[in-house]
């Protein structure tokens, strides 16, 4: 089972470094969208500072539902999928090697990236780290919410709106913590870690349940 | 006497029950209604706290944001049944239910921009309670939204399905995220209900309108999930014999 | 080691294939599926793998229910589609053995190279399949049941886009398999060489 799990793992992570763009699209998109938003409300450093967290949570956001219809599409297209389906290996793990694989190429880039979100809105350090913090436990989350609603639109025409339809009302939230933890860095006289504890419940919850309903959703889809 | 349920979850066998409760339903639904906004009209006094008359939207506006709710767990409630017994029945009551859920909200949000106008002098406000009826929304439209997506039937049934079991799963967390955005002070996360407070007439005449909000939507959604039988079955020779009778 | 399918109903959105569908595969056998088109062949292949729900009968493997034993019916199974599931950017050895690294099989480097060989694409190995023609693909996807160890083999339509050499060779795999105790399933226009008393025709015009 674990074999099954490496291998594709491996195979996805291969995939994608053959085919590199597609990682460098997602990333480029959150970039764009995090400098867009000064240009459309103001350069004052005291702004920025008051908007960066709930920006650069919705960037990411975007950014993963962006991402989202890759995560099966493509198996799905050539046949592979099926073949996942009926291994002895259960499928919930062989769609957890799937996601982890999906989030190591499309949200880890985002958690490094950050920092220099962060220097565009004059964020100090201590802030930065938080920042990156939380993206690191809360995009696996959106990963794992995410692989339910590609799994349900899987081959449908307008998948990729659809998905975000689906999803983005789940990913609330993430949003709010996420954004709610960098705020609170900002003002400094408060603890940080009911926030971390919220978002690693989350994640633990995402864990345990979604590969489940992922893998239902699967089922439900090639047929 | 036992009764065989599952009589009644093949399409042609319910969609002649349907057709007698419809009216049922609609009647009650009808009497329910104008008694409770009688009561509420006239046997209430003329302010609620410091409200003046146009507090008197509560009736419709409290009965359509509770139906919102109740008719999402109804909705999944069936959507659940459907994915245990493979009934195809269960599927189209939810997805009926649905569209009558996605209407009460949009009622309830609709209701209460007009309430906010006159008593906070603003349409919107990013209050707790409305936010979630906004999202409950949303997650009503992304349900109807894969269903209308997918053009096979059994898939889109299954599909929305699970989709709206997720949707309960996480609603509650969704709940908790804006109800209490700063888990710092959420010492007295629990809202005190401001039902408490309420004088009794006007609670009567609310929970008589909610009643027959019930009623209203059970005959609505039974009229609606009989057009979807016919749709989905009209290749069938019962409904060839419907059409033959008339 | 038996396949036994009871009443098996299916239907594709309101229209019924076929119902009320029948039969039994022992070891040492073969079954050949005819239909017109449309009469639902894929659709029967892909409810035995349970890639598809029937509405309603019973498909038993070694007396349990395929459902509810899915871990010993898909190690024992092997399925080729339409699709030959092979990735694009990945070469025809790689494919080999990730394909069977899920099915819980491993493949070495060298059984791939051989398997590639006998479907005559020694010299490709290290070609992205991407490369290849639709014929060569499809000898790759079908090298895969060289290495497998399973006994049932269900194939849908396996000979499109193979060449003569290639059909040849492709029947006498089948054949060996199914001499050696294995069982197939296969939709195919082509003739099979294979003694009267191993071969069973299902007809699905049949059952409608």
Redesign the interface.
Known sequence: ?F??FL??LK?DL??AL??RSDIFTVLFFFIIVVSIFPLGISFEKAVLQKIAPGVVWVAALLASTLALERIFA?DY????L????????PLSV?VFAKTLAHWLLTGLPLVLIAPLAGLQYHLSASTIGTLMLVLLIGTPILSMIGAIGAALTLGLRGGGILVSLLVLPLYIPVLVYGSGAIEAAMQGDVSLQPYYLLLLAFLLLALVFTPLATAASLRIS?? | MAINWFKYSSPSSFYPLAGKMIPVFMTLAIVLIMGGLYWGFFETPDVLSDQKQYYRIIYVHVASAWMAMWLYVVMVAWAVLGLIF?TRMSYMMASATAITGAIMTALSLWTGAFWGQTSWGTWWDWDPRMTSQLILLFLYIGYIALQSAIE???RSDRASAVLAMVGLAIVPVIYYSINCPDPNECASLHQESSLKRVESNILIAMLVVTAGFWMYCFAVILMRVRNIILQ?ES?TQWVERLEVKK | MTLSVNQLQCSR???CLFEGLTFELSAGQLIWLEGKNGSGKTTLL?SL?????PDAGTIKWKGELTRSS???F??D?F?L??????????NPV?NL???S????E?VSEEQADEALSRFGLSGYEETPVRKLSQGQQRRVALSRLLLSKASLLILDEPFVALDAAAVELLQSVIVTQVEQGGMAILTTHQALPIPEEKLIRVSLDRYV
């Open positions: 089972m074999d099954s291998a594709l195979r291969l995939l053959r085919r493509n297209a050539d046949g592979t099926e073949q996942m389906l009926l291994t002895p290996q062989l090639v047929e | 493979n096979d039937n059994r989905r290749h | 959105g309101d229209i892909r793998c349970g890639l598809f729900l899915e871990d010993t898909y190690k199974l399925y589609g339409h699709q030959n599931a092979l990735k694009l950017d990945l790689e053995q990730v394909l690294r899920l099915a819980g491993s």
